[in-house]
């Protein structure tokens, strides 16, 4: 069965520096896109960065890459100089090309990043 | 701007009570989805529509009920609202493939609280 695992809760980062957020994924489709989104206090969903699994080269956003290994099937999410906007919650999402048209996405638990000055 | 609102940002209804959560889209877009937030279980999915009058269930459709008469409105319904209805109501929606980036775009939510 589709998974998304996202096995930290919490993680704080001084603001400036660099800071991984980690995304494992199980799925038994070849063809899915992985997605990761940001929710602020708000509580928007901020769409962030976007990883096709056919894609070669790993994906970048201004800050934000995708370190995407595709055979340990993580997804990680990688902010460089990190700000204190930044500081929200992240999820990582996948959808599987066999939901077809749908664009159904499954949602991992999400990871709290609090940014330090 | 493309946006998604929602008809409440909070909300507080009585046990019992029928809920109706309204959201509306502005981007033409064929698919429209209902996932409630909590705390440790990130986003499920409760029911998506992919066009007028049509429904799908998600993988926590007991106790709501959804309508979509329009292309632009998709309803959510709590038939009788139990206090474990207590939560984030976030709705979203896409273009109508699955290929490429076409992320889910995402209304601001509703928390819903069910005395």
């Known amino acids: 069965a589709q998974k998304i695992t996202q096995t930290q809760p919490g993680m704080f980062v001084q603001e400036k520096e660099a800071v991984t957020l980690d995304c494992t994924y199980d799925?038994?489709?070849?063809?899915?896109?992985l997605f990761w989104y940001k929710q602020p206090s708000s509580g928007e969903m901020i769409f962030l960065i976007y990883?096709?699994?056919?894609?070669?080269q790993n994906a970048t956003e201004g800050r934000y890459s995708l370190n995407f290994q595709k055979a340990r099937k993580s997804a990680n999410l990688v902010i460089s100089a990190s700000q204190l906007g930044d500081s929200a919650m992240y999820f990582c999402a996948m959808r599987e090309a066999r939901s077809g048209g749908y664009n159904k996405l499954i949602f991992g638990a999400g990871t709290r990043l609090a940014v330090h000055p | 701007d493309v946006k998604v609102t929602q008809s409440s940002r909070y909300l507080v209804k009585r046990t019992g009570e029928k809920v109706f959560l309204e959201c509306v889209q502005d981007m033409d877009h064929e698919n429209m989805f209902w996932y409630r937030q909590d705390p440790g279980l990130g986003l499920r999915l409760i029911y998506f529509?992919?066009?007028?009058?049509?429904?799908e269930k998600g993988d926590i459709p007991e106790g709501y009920s959804v309508s979509r008469e329009k292309k632009e409105r998709f309803s959510l319904i709590l038939e009788s609202a139990s206090t474990n209805q207590t939560s984030m109501y976030l709705c979203a929606s896409s273009p109508h493939s699955g290929s490429g980036t076409n992320e889910q775009f995402f209304g601001p939510g509703t928390r819903l609280t069910v005395l």
């Open positions: 990883q096709g699994s056919y894609d070669q």
């Open positions: 799925t038994s489709d070849p063809s899915y896109g």
């Open positions: 529509s992919y066009d007028v009058k049509m429904k």
